[in-house]
């Protein structure tokens, strides 16, 4: 069963801060002029870095601006320097934040980050100093409350899926918005999450991330049996997971035409209290010829398995539009009964057989596969609605124009 994250280092040690500073200085302040700054604060679960940094890394590289990449935990600042190249090393600044205090906390809830609000209140005097603070998690805007506003606030996308949770009143709190695509945008502008003078759609950085993190040529499986994965999202009253999961898992391995890959959402085993229920209930499959079980390792956030796997079988998570980078078969489990057909928090599940329980599940997957040309049409569309991918252009690039712009930053 899968650990720890673990990443693979980029080959270039940690820059002190000084050096940092030095560099930063030589290659884009003048004598005179301070240039702007802008932390990056990655102060939630790992996958959120993955929507964030080679945005930061753009910004330090293509503007005159001081980027500090922020996080009260060892391992996401390590995480953050595998994904960033080495030229942008003596441009950014990685920092630890928070007390000791803080850090054995962490260890001891076994939790990769402290409380948030303990660490926004303990850091709040240097989060007031930036120009900018890019995010991609709502509940640290309660800096705020701390006396932290100075720095405009930039809401950085964390996926791109259609529940009310992409769309928090919380966003509204934010002075701006990076949106991946022009079905955020519409749906955004209607709710009055964003203004229209105070948004930017630059499409989708974490593609580019995880294609540096990812191995394309990676399997679990020795033989070529068709691969689904299942991945249930975290939500205890919209997933399948606590009513159907360990059923759905049952039922595909007795089948015995698949390979499986169980990879639920990250947040799903976020504690170590709902890891080892997880991982108990999943404990008769994992050593299971042909079964994958991933509780939390990096390729759980980095898409190894969304672009493995031949089959999608889910409920809520985004996730699913990432598998539909490349329109393949999908199912979906209303484990609860939702009246989903005019929902827009449900759009997702036109793009495939939508099933009330395990019972189907067998038939909804030969139904998934045979008909998968009735629903491809539909997932191209959605798709390029949910992302607006410009041939040629970097995602990344055009997010760090949209803060360059916002904070009056100079090119390179």
């Keep these: 069963m899968a650990g720890q994250l673990m990443v693979a280092r980029s080959g270039i040690g940690p820059v002190s801060a000084n050096q940092a500073g030095d560099d930063r200085a030589r290659l884009g302040r003048s004598a005179d002029v301070a240039l702007p700054r802008v932390a990056f604060l990655f102060n939630a679960q790992a996958h959120q870095i993955l ?10 590289l ?13 391992t996401h600042l390590d995480l ?27 260890d001891l809830m076994h939790s990769a980050v402290p409380p948030k609000l303990l660490t926004l209140a303990a850091v709040r005097r240097r989060l007031n100093r930036y120009d900018a603070i890019a995010l991609p998690e709502r509940t640290s805007t309660i800096m705020r409350r ?15 899926g259609d529940r009310a949770a992409g769309f928090d009143r919380r966003i509204a ?15 955004m502008l209607a709710e009055g999450l964003i ?26 499986f020795a033989d070529d049996r068709p691969i689904v994965l299942y991945n249930p999202h975290f939500s205890m009253k919209l997933g399948s997971w606590p009513r159907h999961g360990v059923e759905i898992v049952d039922r595909i391995v007795r089948d015995g035409r698949f390979n499986l890959i169980v990879a639920p959402h990250i947040r799903l085993c976020d ?15 994992a050593g299971c010829l042909g079964v994958h079980v991933d509780l939390g390792s990096h390729r759980s956030i980095d898409m190894s398995y969304t672009t493995l796997a031949d089959i999608y079988v889910g409920d809520v998570s985004s996730q699913v539009y990432e598998f539909l980078r490349t329109p393949r078969p999908a199912l979906f489990v209303n484990s609860n009964g939702h009246g989903w057909q005019d929902d827009p928090d449900y759009a997702h599940w036109h793009f495939g057989p939508v099933i009330d329980g395990p019972e189907m599940l067998i038939a909804g997957l030969d139904q998934a596969i045979a008909r998968h040309g009735d629903y491809a049409a539909e997932q191209r569309r959605a798709f390029a609605d949910t992302f607006d991918l410009r041939d040629g252009e970097s995602h990344s690039r055009r997010a760090a124009a949209a803060i360059a712009g916002l904070i009056g930053a100079r090119p390179r």
């Design 62 to 74: 293509d503007w005159q601006v001081e980027v500090d990449i922020l996080s009260a935990s060892a």
């Design 195 to 220: 203004r229209p003078d105070a948004h930017a759609v630059v499409g989708y950085p974490k593609f580019e991330a995880i294609d540096r993190l990812r191995d394309p040529h990676w399997t679990p």
């Design 51 to 60: 929507h964030g940094i080679t945005t930061a890394e753009a910004l330090a």
């Design 173 to 187: 709190r934010f002075d701006f918005a990076l949106i991946a695509g022009e079905k955020q945008r519409r749906r």
């Design 80 to 106: 953050a320097r595998a994904l960033t190249c080495g030229d942008s090393h003596r441009l950014l600044r990685f920092d630890r934040i928070g007390s000791r205090l803080l850090h054995r906390m962490a």
């Design 271 to 285: 504690s170590r209290r709902s890891r080892a229920a997880v991982a108990a209930a999943l404990a008769p499959y």
């Design 146 to 160: 701390f006396g932290v506003v100075r720095p405009r606030l930039i809401h950085v996308d964390h996926g791109a």
